[in-house]
């Protein structure tokens, strides 16, 4: 053998000693890294969309910061109905509506036992009313989740500025948290002048009587919450939005870290991101045209916060009767509608995934793109890099990535790209972005590809993803239950009296009995009264309904003009 040879196989053989060995770990997952989740956390993240409404005495006076002096008597909606609240926020699709129950003014929708600036000592249902029991018990019918907004600055209460005044704090709270059954958030504005707060025993007093509730709060309160402000009322994120934070920050309400967090912050506290679908919090009618538009709801808002680790606080403000407006409700329920639409299936489901570094075991790259909550894929221990390749078969068209950190191990990726393969070559769609966490969301062009990569090139330790998803924006209205008999057999004449039942609306449009299908049909709304509404004429089954009568129950008599098929029931219009 020549010496040159001889040389050359050293080298190779050198060479492949250096070759990285890929270090597997038995099956074991990760170990967590850094700050992470705790359990009221976890289940916060899910509901990804909170429903914030604002009503109270600022609802009547015109106001949007009252200042206590206003009178019980001004509080007096005419028709206030909770569960059309709820039915809004359950149609939509969102889990959990929180209510302001005491705002700067003082005034209580309860009857309190400490204080007579109360629903007690108003006129509405002649100072027998409760809408805090009533918001609660429309949570449990319809399955959503309640909280409440207490605000801790109360320009009405004698003892304010004192240490008594933690005390008559506290003994609110404790009302509200043993009067109503389960509460899933207390909500602690920073707003206000401010005193010396006991915000430990009045965390100690919600840990106590309900420990799953999760506590959002600002300023001096930062030791105990669980979420933070996002730092502005626009409803968007920074990029990146870090989880992680050193609480100091939330306690001096640095506005320019709350938006972005902290990569390394020292205490796992993610932000919500409140914003009103009006210019004001509280209901005013000059802002009815200036509700905001679905396209600001969905592209830049939606987006903007649950597209970046965040949980969106959406507000709808009651009206004077005590019911979403149906301009409110409508826009509601089309974001809803974007939201079940795109995301109903991912164009992803079924790709050949491969990795780099992967782990083995049970943490397989195709876990990504499983339906499974528990699944995840994680790299090998020893990398902080990775390269996920998904083939997806044939060509996909899509305008919307998703990717999700299996978040219970923490911030682990740290700097990311995403890529797509098309006009033969990859293509880099988001390049160098930092945080992804729970959830984030790339809003793309329309793009075209047989392969994506998702290239981490950052991070902490080894990858931990739980799903990478590729979708196409699309808009799906709201499931409607048809409540209908059957079709009369062929030729037989329907009768005149035809049927009884509840109608159900998904956004504007209400669906009749199938008997209507095809034909013209004159349409009565009527208040339970008798009142007569409005009168007008249609085509089909399915109805656009006026959105100036959406809101609250109504009385429908629908009549068919050509073989006298009538039908009537009441309207579930939950508008």
Known sequence: ??????????????????????????GQPPSPLGPVPNAKQIEWYHREVTVFLHFNMNTFTGNEWGDGTDKPSQFNPTALDCEQWIRTVKNAGFACAILTVKHHDGFCLWPSEHTGYDIAASPWKNGAGDVVGEFTDACKKYGVKAGLYLS?????????????????YANQLKELLTGYGPIHEIWWDGAGDQMAFDFKRWADTIKAIQPDCFIFGAKKASPYVDGRWIGNEDGVAGDPCWSTIDRSVIDEENLTTLPTGQANGTSFVPAECD??????????????????????????????????NCVLLLNLPPDTRGRIHAIDSTRL??????????????????ATVTALHGRGESFDPSNMIDSSES?????????????LLFDLGSPATFDCAMIQERIELGHRITR??????????????SANKQSIGYKRLLRLDAITATRVRLRITGGKGCPAIHTLGLFRNAFAPTPVVEAAPSLPPAGKRVAPQGVQ??????????????????????????EPTGRTVMRFTAQGALVEMPPEVMCGNRILLVKCNDEGV???GRVLTTR
């Open 152 to 168: 801790p600055w109360d320009r009405h209460e004698s003892s304010y500025g004192t240490t008594a005044y933690n005390t008559f």
């Open 566 to 568: 009538a039908t009537s």
């Open 1 to 26: 053998m020549s010496m040159n040879l001889c040389n050359a196989c050293k080298k190779l053989f050198m060479a492949i000693l250096l070759i990285p060995i890929p270090i597997r770990s038995s």
């Open 333 to 350: 329920d089309s974001l809803g509608g974007w939201i079940r639409g795109t995301f109903a299936a991912n164009l992803a489901a079924g």
């Open 416 to 429: 990311w790209s995403f890529d797509a393969y098309y006009n033969g070559k990859w293509n880099s769609v």
């Open 375 to 387: 699944t995840y894929y994680a790299a090998s221990d020893g990398y902080s890099t990775d390269t």
């Open 501 to 526: 039942g509840v109608f159900e609306i998904s956004g504007t449009m209400l669906r009749l009995p199938r008997e209507f299908a095809g034909r013209k049909v004159r349409l009565e709304l009527y």
């Open 275 to 308: 914003v009103s679908i009006r210019p004001g919090w509280y209901f005013h009618a000059a802002e009815n045209s200036q509700v905001k538009t679905v396209a600001t709801l969905w592209n830049t808002i939606y987006f903007g916060s649950v597209g970046r």
